[in-house]
C-alpha cells in the first residue's frame, strides 16, 4: 500500500469524511479515492479554519483535518494553525515537505520544526513503515487532554514508498480523567458555604458535553453563570440564573455579579488574561477546573485546583453536594436582581438596537437579525473588532454549540471559514458569519469557495466604509491622508461569484432582506447580506 494510501486509510478509520486543503498536496487524491470529500479554498488560513470549526461544533467528535503544499502553502497556512492553537481547537494538519535530503537545509520551511511552537506536537514521517505509530500518537494527542492542532509532515519524496499490508491501525482510545476527590469535596464546600458565588463556564464545558450538569449545579446552588466567548452556548442564557457572557463587550451584569462574589468557580476556562475576556476581579476566592494543571495559577491564584474533564468534574461536584444540598435552592431573589440589571442594561442600549435611521445602527441589524432567524436551529460566529463585540453581549444563545466565539488571538477574516466549516459539520443548521469591511478584506475571495463547494452559508457584512475603531488612534493619518478609508461593493462581488448578494441601506429593509436570505441557504446558495451602518465606536463595556 502506498504511503498516501495509509494515511487517507487511518484517516477515513478515524471518522474523518472531509478533508479541507489546497494543492499541490498528493493526500487530496488518495483521500477523494478512499471517498473522503476534498474541499479545496483558495487560500490556505481559511481552510484550517474550516477545519477548525469542524472540530468545535462537534465537541471533537470529528476532528478537522487540513493539507497543503510544502514552501508557501505551509507558510501561508500557519495564522491559521496558531489560531487553533490560542483557542485549544484540535486540527490535524497535514503539509506536504520537502523531500528527505532538503527539509533540514536552510532556507527551506520545515513545517514539523517550525510549527512546534504554536501545536500541541509536530512530528514529520521519515519511514513508511512507521506511518500507524506516527498517526497513533497524533490521534492520540487530538482525542485526549486540551485540545490544539497536531502537525503530522509528509515529505515530498515519501510517496511512492510502501507500507507494510495489512494495515496496523484501529482507531485510538479515547479516555478522560477527574479531579482529586479530596479537592472535590472542598470545592464542594466552598461552594455550599459561598454567600454570592458566581460560575464562569469556558469551551471545556463545549469538549466535554457537560451542559446538563452545568445547568443541574447552577440550579441546585442558584449561581448565576457567566460564560467566556468560547464558553457562550454551554448556558442557555434566556435562563434566569444566565449573566450572558463576555469578552471585551459584556452585559452589565457580568462584571457587577463578578465584582460582588465571594467564590468565582471557573469550569473548562483557562483564566488567559487577554483582553478580549472578562477581567477577573481581585481578592476572590478562585476554585479552578481545568483540563490542563498547566493552567493552574497561570493568571489568577487558585485556591482550589480540580483537573480533569469539566463532565467529570461537575458529576463528583453535585455528588458530594447532594449529600447535603438535597434540594434546589430558591433562586428567586438572585434571579430577580439579575433580571433588574438586564433589563437596566437594556433600556440604556435600545435606542441603538432599534435605531430607525439611515446609516443603519450595526446594534439595529444584530438585533433584527437575532429576532427572524431560528435561534435553536442557527450556528453564529463573529470576525475580530467591531462584528464580535456587537454580537456578543446581546446575541441570546440557547442551544449548545450554537455560537463560535472566540478571542485570545483575534485575526482578522476568521469568522467566514468558522461558518463554512460549520455548515460542512452541521449541514442543517442555519450557520452565519458576521463582519465588517475590515475583515472581508483579508478572506473574502473565499466566498467563492462557499459557492463552488456549495456550502450554503448566511454572511452578513456591517459596511461602514472605514476601520472604525482606528479612528480614535489614527486621527492624523485619517485626517490628512483618509488611511482608516475603505471601499468596496460586496454584494456585488457576491454575485459575481455566483452567490446571493444584496445591499441593505433603509431600516425597514432589515427583515424581508434577512428572510430572504435565509431562503436562498435553504436553496442552497450561499448568500452575502451587505448592511451599509454608521461608524458606531460605542461598545458595552463594564461601567456602562
Request: charged fraction near 20%.
Amino acid at each position: 500500500m502506498k504511503l498516501g494510501a495509509a494515511i487517507a486509510e487511518i484517516m477515513k478509520r478515524e471518522g474523518i469524511e472531509i478533508l479541507c486543503g489546497y494543492p499541490v498536496n498528493h493526500l487530496i487524491e488518495y483521500a477523494a479515492n478512499a471517498d473522503i470529500r476534498p474541499v479545496m479554498v483558495r487560500q490556505e488560513r481559511i481552510g484550517v479554519h474550516m477545519a477548525d470549526a469542524i472540530s468545535r461544533v462537534t465537541s471533537g467528535r470529528s476532528i478537522g483535518a487540513f493539507c497543503m503544499q510544502h514552501g508557501p502553502g505551509a507558510e501561508n497556512a500557519m495564522g491559521g494553525v496558531a489560531q487553533c492553537y490560542g483557542e485549544s481547537v484540535p486540527v490535524l494538519v497535514l503539509p506536504m515537505g520537502y523531500a528527505r535530503r532538503l527539509a533540514n537545509i536552510d532556507p527551506n520551511f520545515n513545517s514539523s520544526q517550525t510549527m512546534k511552537a504554536f501545536s500541541k506536537s509536530s512530528e514529520p514521517i521519515n519511514i513508511a513503515a512507521e506511518v500507524c505509530n506516527i498517526f497513533r500518537r497524533a490521534f492520540t494527542k487530538l482525542k485526549n487532554g486540551r485540545g490544539g492542532p497536531v502537525i503530522v509532515e509528509i515529505p515530498a519524496d515519501m510517496w511512492n514508498e510502501e507500507v507494510p499490508e495489512p494495515l496496523n491501525y484501529t482507531p485510538v482510545l479515547r479516555t478522560r480523567y477527574g479531579a482529586d476527590p479530596v479537592h472535590v469535596k472542598e470545592a464542594a464546600a466552598v461552594l455550599v458555604a459561598a454567600k454570592r458565588p458566581v460560575i464562569y463556564a469556558g469551551q471545556g464545558v463545549h469538549y466535554a458535553k457537560a451542559w446538563p450538569q452545568l445547568r443541574r449545579l447552577a440550579e441546585r446552588l442558584a449561581i448565576p453563570v457567566t460564560t467566556s466567548l468560547g464558553g457562550k452556548s454551554s448556558f442557555p442564557e434566556t435562563h434566569p440564573l444566565s449573566l450572558g457572557s463576555g469578552g471585551l463587550a459584556v452585559p452589565r451584569a457580568v462584571p457587577k455579579f463578578l465584582g460582588d462574589a465571594d467564590v468565582i468557580f471557573g469550569i473548562g476556562c483557562s483564566f488567559t488574561e487577554t483582553s478580549f475576556g472578562i477581567a477577573m476581579p481581585k481578592g476572590k476566592t478562585i476554585i479552578h477546573s481545568t483540563l490542563d494543571p498547566n493552567h493552574l495559577n497561570k493568571d489568577v491564584e487558585a485556591k482550589i485546583g480540580l483537573v480533569g474533564d469539566a463532565a467529570l468534574v461537575l458529576d463528583a461536584l453535585l455528588e458530594e453536594i447532594g449529600r447535603t444540598v438535597t434540594s434546589d435552592r430558591d433562586a428567586t431573589a438572585v434571579a430577580a436582581e439579575i433580571a433588574a440589571s438586564h433589563k437596566e442594561w437594556l433600556a440604556k442600549w435600545m435606542p441603538k438596537l432599534t435605531h430607525n435611521e439611515a446609516p443603519l445602527s450595526p446594534y439595529r441589524v444584530l438585533w433584527d437579525l437575532q429576532h427572524t432567524v431560528d435561534i435553536n436551529n442557527t450556528i453564529i460566529t463573529h470576525d475580530a473588532g467591531s462584528p464580535r463585540d456587537q454580537l456578543s453581549p446581546f446575541w441570546k444563545s440557547v442551544e449548545p454549540l450554537s455560537y463560535i466565539g472566540w478571542g485570545k488571538t483575534t485575526q482578522l477574516g476568521y469568522g467566514l471559514g468558522l461558518a463554512m466549516g460549520a455548515k460542512l459539520a452541521k449541514p442543517d443548521k442555519l450557520c452565519i458569519n458576521v463582519w465588517g469591511d475590515a475583515a472581508i478584506g483579508f478572506t473574502g475571495m473565499d466566498f467563492e469557495t462557499a459557492v463552488r463547494e456549495r456550502i450554503p452559508i448566511m454572511s452578513i457584512l456591517l459596511n461602514n466604509f472605514s476601520m472604525a475603531i482606528e479612528l480614535k488612534v489614527m486621527p492624523i493619518s485619517t485626517e490628512k491622508y483618509r488611511s482608516t478609508d475603505i471601499s468596496g461593493d460586496y454584494a456585488a462581488m457576491a454575485r459575481a461569484f455566483g452567490g446571493y448578494g444584496e445591499r441593505v441601506t433603509k431600516p425597514e429593509d432589515i427583515i424581508p432582506a434577512i428572510k430572504r436570505g435565509i431562503q436562498k441557504t435553504q436553496e442552497g446558495v450561499p448568500v452575502l447580506l451587505e448592511f451599509i451602518t454608521s461608524k458606531e465606536t460605542e461598545v458595552s463595556r463594564p461601567g456602562t
